[in-house]
Structure formats: structure tokens, C-alpha cells
């Protein structure tokens, strides 16, 4: 993630997170981020969301080392498994989908997928639909997807998006030491 416009990468390590698979976050161009005034709290980064940060500057090649011995360290076991909560209507639908998804032979988390579902994701549905029950599924996705919509009066791919950056800026505000800009 770039270190200067962390708030922004957020939202994609968020997304990565979701797949519950060992992860560590590389903050690059610390340099930059440190010259804009931006100071984190790596430390408590690291706690929201549950796996290592290493601050570097991969122009120079800066902490390149502490990165490798973090990503040797990391292991199938997670600090955390990080879960966005996307509100009462929308978490009932994903649990739901979720216990269906359990049953099927997919090497992704039954959550990520329902979530993946839920946002429309074409890669997805034609990766499910070729697993037994697969096509059942993706159409009980696509009502539980329209009553969503009806409910909460949105489309549920940018409702999930926005729960995504809003949980982001927490997170971003939350780390936040310093910022000479303000």
C-alpha cells in the first residue's frame, strides 16, 4: 500500500483481507508519507486489522529485510480474521449464503464468497455455477441480491463498496499520529 495515500489503499487491503489468507501489509514510500507530514501508528494498524505492517521505501530498497522476516514469520494462522460488518439486512443475507457456499468444494472462505455474490461479480458466479448446485446458488443470490436492493434502497454492490471506505477512513483516522496538512 502506498504510505502517502493510505487511506485510498485501504480500501483494496480490506478487500484482501476478506480472503482470510496470511497476509502482511508492505506500507511503501514511507519516505513520502513521512515528507507530507503523515505520521501512523503502525502498532495499532497492525491491531485493526489483525496482521504485520512494515513501513518501506522500495526505491531504496528500505526495509526490505523487516518485510521478508515478516512475511517468513507469517503463517496459515492470521493474528485475526478480519471481518467488515455491512449491517443487520445485508449480514443475514451473507450468513445465509454463507451456510450454503460451506457445503460446496471451493478453496475460498464461504463469507468472501457470499460477499463476492452479493456485489455481482461475474468471475464468481461462473466459478461457482461449474460446482455442483453452483447454478441454484448464484440465481438465489441474485433474488436475495434484488430484495437486498428493495430494502435498503441501493444497489448493494455500492452499498458494500461504501461500508468498504467508510471502514477504511475509520481505520485510516484511527492510525493517524500526525498530519502536517491539517
Request: aromatic content about 4%; charged content about 15%; glycine content about 6%.
Given at each position: 500500500a502506498d504510505a502517502a495515500n493510505l487511506e485510498r489503499?485501504?480500501?483494496?487491503a480490506l478487500q484482501l483481507l476478506e480472503l482470510e489468507r496470511p497476509?502482511?501489509?508492505?506500507?511503501?514510500?514511507?519516505?513520502?508519507?513521512?515528507?507530507q507530514g503523515l505520521i501512523f501508528d503502525l502498532k495499532a494498524l497492525e491491531v485493526q486489522i489483525g496482521v504485520r505492517v512494515v513501513p518501506t521505501v522500495g526505491r531504496d530498497k528500505q526495509g526490505m529485510d523487516a518485510l521478508l522476516a515478516a512475511v517468513e514469520a507469517t503463517t496459515s494462522v492470521q493474528m485475526g480474521c478480519y471481518k467488515i460488518e455491512y449491517g443487520a439486512q445485508v449480514e443475514t443475507v451473507i450468513s445465509l449464503l454463507s451456510a450454503k457456499l460451506l457445503a460446496m468444494d471451493s478453496p475460498f472462505p464461504a463469507r468472501w464468497l457470499a460477499v463476492k455474490l452479493l456485489e455481482g461479480d461475474n468471475d464468481v458466479m461462473v466459478?461457482?455455477?461449474?460446482?455442483?448446485?453452483g447454478e441454484e446458488l448464484v440465481l438465489e443470490s441474485a433474488r436475495k441480491q434484488r430484495e437486498?436492493?428493495?430494502e435498503i434502497k441501493e444497489e448493494v454492490d455500492i452499498y458494500i463498496?461504501?461500508?468498504?471506505y467508510r471502514k477504511a477512513g475509520e481505520i485510516y483516522h484511527s492510525c493517524l499520529k500526525q498530519d502536517r496538512k491539517e
Open positions: 489503499h485501504l480500501y483494496l497476509m502482511v501489509l508492505a506500507l511503501n514510500m514511507a519516505d513520502m508519507a513521512e515528507k466459478q461457482l455455477r461449474s460446482l455442483p448446485g437486498l436492493q428493495a463498496a461504501g461500508c468498504r
